[in-house]
């Protein structure tokens, strides 16, 4: 009886660190680092990690920036780290956050929608030992424009009815130049409840920006990272817009293809072509296959052409720079930002986006970025 009885306590005792082991284990690989965004596709699939140069790479890595191109981070730096053992913490507090941690020298590498103003540029003088800082375009994808209209599941603006939707001058749902664009739709008698950033956002400087060239007579503001329209209501980063949208009726928001979810659908938009264009990475392409890059030196900062009117273009698009010194980076920093830079720009990298719904930045660009990479010192 006694042996019996030791045998089961020793049965129950192993079966007990087993759990254990298997809750550790599986905490470990929940550990989300205060990501807060959704997980997005299964990008271990298609890269080969033994590909990746790590070059020395060690130690840690850190960034801040660009919320629109989060999920895309997420995916480089999980196989990045998995390769080469360095842990990289990616903030996502926003394109403005991202700038002005590079310039007051607290991070290595930022990330940006917007390109470096001149000022901007002199503030990274001071940091980037004897250079500057550059913008380098890795991340190409269409500006969504997320709705939450329960009984619909399809809807087409144009510029200026988004613009008036934005600016406060349409404030319902059955507006009549809303139903002009959605015959047969069945639109609500409902309040229109938009959502913009409340944090100073690349996304929202290229939507503005969009609405600038597109709708100039409805849309009368300067632009910038900063909302400047009155009205609306806000939230912080992509992803805080993103959840508004999906829990509140009658709500609508712009933010990356890749945050929109179960509870939202996608705007199609009237640009004057044949059809009304959907998001979609192909649609990007199009469109950003048709910028200029119009930065000088190392700097390949681009011109996009939101007047597109192309079959199949999606204009409301954005790029996202990795902003890094051409120069001066300090030589520890430069082992870790090098390799992962270079491994983001290589086809391994790129190949990822479009499961992520970002669009991939086309080959004559990338082909400069990878240059231009291999040359930072």
Not at 114 to 123: D, F, G, I, R, T
Not at 155 to 173: N, R, V
Not at 224 to 246: D, E, F, H, L, P
Not at 323 to 348: H, M, W
Request: net charge positive.
């Amino acid at each position: 009886m006694m042996l019996q009885r030791k045998n089961r306590l020793r049965a129950i005792s192993l079966g007990a660190i087993a759990v254990s082991g298997a809750l550790a284990l599986t905490a470990c690989g929940s550990d989300d680092n205060g990501s807060g965004s959704k997980a997005s596709g299964n990008p271990s699939t298609s890269t080969n990690a033994s590909s990746i140069k790590c070059d020395g790479a060690k130690g840690q890595l850190l960034s801040d920036g660009s919320s629109a191109q989060k999920n895309a981070i997420d995916a480089w730096v999980k196989q990045f780290s998995q390769a080469c053992g360095v842990q990289i913490n990616y903030k996502a507090g926003g394109s403005g956050a991202g700038v002005t941690s590079f310039t007051q020298g607290q991070i290595p590498w930022a990330g940006s929608d917007s390109a470096l103003k001149p000022e901007e540029v002199a503030a990274s003088k001071k940091v980037c030992n004897g250079g500057q800082g550059i913008d380098l375009p890795m991340v190409g994808g269409p500006i969504a424009l997320g709705f939450n209209i329960n009984g619909v599941d399809k809807l087409t603006l144009d510029a200026s009815t988004i613009a008036k939707i934005f600016d406060g001058k349409i404030t319902d749902w059955n507006d009549p130049a809303i139903a002009k664009l959605n015959k047969g739709v069945k639109l609500p008698d409902l309040k229109i409840q938009a959502f913009h950033r409340s944090d100073d956002s690349g996304t929202t400087d290229n939507f503005t920006k969009y609405l600038k060239a597109t709708a100039p007579s409805d849309w009368k503001y300067s632009g910038g990272k900063t909302w400047q329209a009155k009205g609306g209501q806000s939230a912080a980063q992509s992803s805080g817009v993103a959840q508004q949208v999906k829990q509140t009726n009658g709500a609508i928001g712009y933010f990356e293809l890749s945050y929109v979810s179960d509870g939202m659908k996608a705007v199609s938009i009237d640009t004057g072509a044949s059809a009304p264009v959907a998001p979609s990475t192909d649609a990007a392409t199009k469109a950003i296959s048709d910028a200029k890059v119009i930065g000088t030196g190392k700097d390949l900062s681009l011109k996009l052409n939101y007047n597109t009117k192309a079959d199949g273009a999606y204009p409301m698009v954005l790029v996202t720079y990795e902003i890094t010194c051409d120069k001066g980076t300090k030589s520890d920093q430069l082992a870790n930002v090098k390799p992962f830079l270079n491994y983001i720009a290589s086809e391994d990298g790129q190949k990822i986006l479009p499961s992520l719904s970002y669009a991939p930045i086309p080959d004559e660009i990338i082909a400069k970025v990878r240059t231009t990479i291999n040359g930072l010192s």
